[in-house]
């Protein structure tokens, strides 16, 4: 039963598995829509709600995602996407803590780009991170992404700001 459940949480229902785009790309949208629905549904308390989320989505990606990896046999297979979404997730959360409130949608858009570039690309340190066993390396790498994506795209909007 464990082992549903963790394919299941790792591959975000199955979304992994299913659509024709690459894994990645779809654990990004998904923390992407869910971030703006939750933005929507309860901007004011955005930034307690999402970090709520974050807190919650850690432990169960570390988890999820290192079983199905065992389960299949290679260290960070691609149906999983449960640490993208983690990793994006991170990066809306610093956005809007840095933003002081909730991110424009085309913010939202630079944050999704951001982080599918520094994911694709890993560049050091963030690729050292997928060494890390188990879970932990198949997560690791995409919160270092996300939080990398978070503070550059701050950076940016502070100097043309």
Known sequence: MSGHLARR????????????APGT???SLV?????????RWAPAA???AAGIVLVLLLP???????AEAARRGVVDPGPVVLDEVA????ALVVLTAGLGGPPSLAAIGVSFLAFRALDVLKPWP?????????????VADDL??????AVVQLISLRLLG
């Open 60 to 66: 169960v990606s570390v988890w999820a995602c290192g």
């Open 126 to 138: 963030i690729r050292r991170l997928e060494r890390l066993p188990g879970g932990w390396g198949v």
């Open 46 to 48: 955005l930034l307690p």
């Open 25 to 27: 790309t779809v654990g």
């Open 9 to 20: 949480l790792a591959t975000v229902a199955g979304l992994g598995d299913l659509l024709p």
């Open 144 to 149: 270092a992404a996300g939080l990398v994506a």
């Open 31 to 39: 923390a992407a829509a869910a971030f703006v629905a939750l933005a």
């Open 87 to 90: 990793g994006q997730w991170l």
